[in-house]
């Protein structure tokens, strides 16, 4: 593509809902009160190559001030199937006194191990965190990190070394935010062509 042929976009609003991009999709889990919340996030990432993992959030949400009151958080990462779960998981709470999304107590999860909060059950990988920084500033939105305690994959998602990547993706594939607002299923990869002798 040549670049004299692009289109500049509009800074006065967020590039990220003038085009696509490509983004995990996380459901992230806290407690509140004395019940449990879960959110789906896009904006998620592994925070350099040691065992921390990063959101976005707002103070907005009551993610935010459940992190901060209880120090930890869940991370589900949902199969292809449990796309319908996941996106219960951004029913709007309920009005009145509970501040808890009742849709909750109807979804398939498991109690964390190492942390008090909620895993959905429909995950390839799952993390248990404790809060390690929350860095505010971004507009509204602040990253929230933490330092990964414990971790779960389902045994057909783990890398073996004597099983094809291809065929093992194919088989079992990994659903994925296409934002804003679509989704897909990647089963179809290819190797990545490093340089030779590349090192990270």
Same mark, same amino acid.
């Given at each position: 593509?040549?670049?004299?042929?692009?289109?500049?976009?509009?800074?006065?609003?967020?590039?990220?809902?003038?085009?696509?991009?490509?983004?995990?999709?996380?459901?992230?889990?806290?407690?509140?009160?004395?019940? @449990?919340?879960?959110?789906? &996030? #896009?904006?998620?990432?592994?925070?350099? $190559?040691?065992?921390?993992? /990063?959101?976005?959030? +707002?103070?907005?949400?009551?993610? @935010?001030?459940?992190?901060? &009151? #209880?120090?930890?958080?869940?991370?589900? $990462?949902?199969?292809?199937? /449990?796309?319908?779960? +996941?996106?219960?998981?951004?029913?709007?709470?309920?009005?009145?006194?509970?501040?808890?999304?009742?849709?909750?107590?109807?979804?398939?999860?498991?109690?964390?191990?190492?942390?008090?909060?909620?895993?959905?059950?429909?995950?390839?990988?799952?993390l248990e965190c404790a809060l390690f920084k929350i860095i505010d500033g971004f507009g509204k939105n602040?990253?929230?990190?933490?330092?990964?305690?414990?971790?779960?994959?389902?045994?057909?998602?783990?890398?073996?070394?004597?099983?094809?990547?291809?065929?093992?993706?194919?088989?079992?594939g990994l659903l994925t935010y296409i934002a804003p607002g679509r989704f897909s299923v990647i089963r179809?990869?290819?190797?990545?062509?490093?340089?030779?002798?590349?090192?990270?």
């Open positions: 593509m040549k670049t004299e042929t692009f289109i500049q976009l509009d800074l006065s609003l967020p590039v990220w809902g003038q085009t696509f991009v490509v983004a995990p999709l996380v459901v992230i889990g806290t407690k509140e009160g004395d019940r @449990y919340d879960m959110a789906p &996030k #896009h904006m998620a990432t592994p925070m350099g $190559f040691d065992n921390f993992f /990063g959101f976005v959030c +707002t103070p907005d949400h009551s993610t @935010y001030h459940n992190v901060i &009151k #209880h120090k930890s958080f869940t991370v589900s $990462f949902p199969i292809p199937e /449990g796309i319908t779960v +996941t996106s219960l998981t951004a029913t709007p709470r309920s009005s009145g006194l509970s501040k808890v999304k009742p849709v909750i107590n109807a979804l398939p999860t498991v109690k964390a191990k190492k942390v008090d909060a909620l895993l959905l059950e429909d995950a390839y990988l799952q602040s990253l929230i990190t933490g330092t990964i305690k414990a971790a779960y994959v389902a045994p057909e998602y783990m890398k073996q070394s004597d099983l094809d990547e291809q065929e093992q993706l194919r088989n079992n179809d990869t290819l190797n990545f062509p490093f340089p030779k002798d590349f090192r990270r």
